[in-house]
């Protein structure tokens, strides 16, 4: 269902205000938003000013950086940060991306950070993704062989393994998916960006025998027909993949098989 | 899970690109020229009945109020159509890079305007 507005629990008010301490000349202003499950009250954002001249270049520096230095409280998932394991996902300045590979210096003026839009808050800046993951899950995400190799390996050609590059390469990190406003309205039912790439990176695996009946799986208008190409999942990417091409090359092998 | 975890923002901080903008147009110009059918049946019902009953559709495309439907409707139709152009090559699996679906884009956008414009001119000669 489309809701443009809100839920009154959801709406975001004013929070605290955090005043640099270390007296340094070069201050950005960065606006969190931040939600505790303990208290009942609404989400709001805090306001932090950091020392620029004692930051790395990431988004995630920064948050780090007030973690360390400044509010403790603060939560968000990170892990590798180097742009592999996709945990930082959030929303920067408008923007779905990976915090540890986006520069702060490519935003003007405040930073502002939210969880990736239109998931359940869990804390902070932590999204859930468990509908996400079910569906991940649906599509069956691994090989289906019933040939018995042996110790030998299962070769492919290698115009059929090229096929999979510009696939394999996702590390799910839900940035698309929760860019995608047809997920945002229909995400209990529409698969969303990232779980199709991944369908279609299993269908298009010349290894793979189950073609047909995960076409078949996927051939609904609401799991896969809700993308209408609106391209912000390829805009969102922050491993510079394409899942709205990979979504039309499924819609083209149905209306082509 | 609680079900009273707040839901994070989504369109209210969401940045618009080129892409989704042309998205949304489409739909709403869909929708307006779904209405607009009516608009065209009362302009080919007064040209069925005569000059007598067109001057009364004339007055009114005439009109301050009318010349805005009128441009509205060309618009509409024609952003209809050009964006329609770019899903075709989609939907054959061509245009998907970023940097092309920016440009078609702005060509859709930029060209619903400029084609508007000509073809009013245009028709105001003819008629």
């Known amino acids: 269902m489309v809701q443009i507005s809100l839920p009154k629990n959801s709406k975001i008010q004013k929070g605290k ?9 070069n201050i950005r202003k960065v606006n969190i938003y931040r939600w505790d499950p303990s208290t009942s009250e609404n989400p709001r954002i805090d306001t ?17 950086k007030i973690k ?26 408008g923007k779905n991306g990976l915090a540890c590979t986006k520069s702060h210096a490519e935003i003007k003026g405040e930073i502002n950070i ?8 869990l804390k902070d800046l932590i999204g859930d993704l468990s509908t996400l993951y079910k569906q991940y899950d649906s599509i ?7 040939k018995n190799l042996g110790d030998a390996e299962n070769l492919q050609s290698k115009e059929d393994r090229a096929k999979l590059d510009g696939l394999y ?29 991944q369908a279609y990176r299993w269908i298009i695996d010349s290894r793979d025998e189950d073609r047909k009946e995960r076409l078949k799986k996927v051939a609904d208008e609401l799991k896969l027909y809700r993308c209408h190409t609106i391209m912000n999942c390829t805009n969102a990417c922050p491993k510079g993949l394409n899942p709205a091409k990979a979504i ?10 | 899970m609680k079900n009273d975890n707040p839901i994070s923002p989504h369109i209210q901080v969401y940045n618009w690109h080129i892409s989704s903008l042309v998205s949304i147009s489409h739909r709403i110009t869909g929708v307006i020229n779904y209405l607009l059918l009516i608009f065209t049946c009362f302009w080919v019902i007064s040209l069925t009945f005569g000059s007598e009953s067109y001057q009364y559709f004339k007055i009114f495309s005439e009109s301050i109020v009318g010349k805005f439907f009128v441009i509205g ?55």
């Open chain 1, 114 to 121: 939210y969880p990736l839009p239109h998931l359940k808050v």
């Open chain 1, 17 to 25: 205000y955090f005043k640099d301490k270390t007296g340094s000349k």
């Open chain 2, 73 to 127: 409707f060309i618009w509409s139709y024609i952003f209809q159509i050009l964006s329609e152009i770019r899903h075709w090559f989609w939907d054959m699996g061509y245009g998907f890079e970023l940097r092309t679906t920016k440009i078609t884009g702005v060509v859709v956008i930029l060209g619903s305007f400029i084609l508007t414009i000509v073809l009013y001119l245009f028709s105001g000669v003819v008629i």
């Open chain 1, 169 to 197: 390469e996702c590390i799910m990190c839900a940035c698309c998916s929760t860019s995608c406003p047809s997920y945002w309205w229909n995400g209990d039912k529409y698969l969303g960006p990232a779980v199709l790439l």
């Open chain 1, 248 to 257: 039309a090359s499924i819609k083209k092998m149905l209306a082509t098989s």
């Open chain 1, 48 to 64: 932090y000013e950091v020392d620029m001249d004692n930051c790395p270049s990431k988004v995630l520096d920064i948050l780090n």
């Open chain 1, 68 to 93: 360390n230095e400044i509010d403790p409280t603060i939560a968000y998932r990170r892990s590798c940060a180097h742009g592999v394991c996709g945990s930082c996902a959030m929303n920067m300045d």
């Open chain 1, 140 to 146: 069956k995400p691994w090989l289906k062989n019933s």
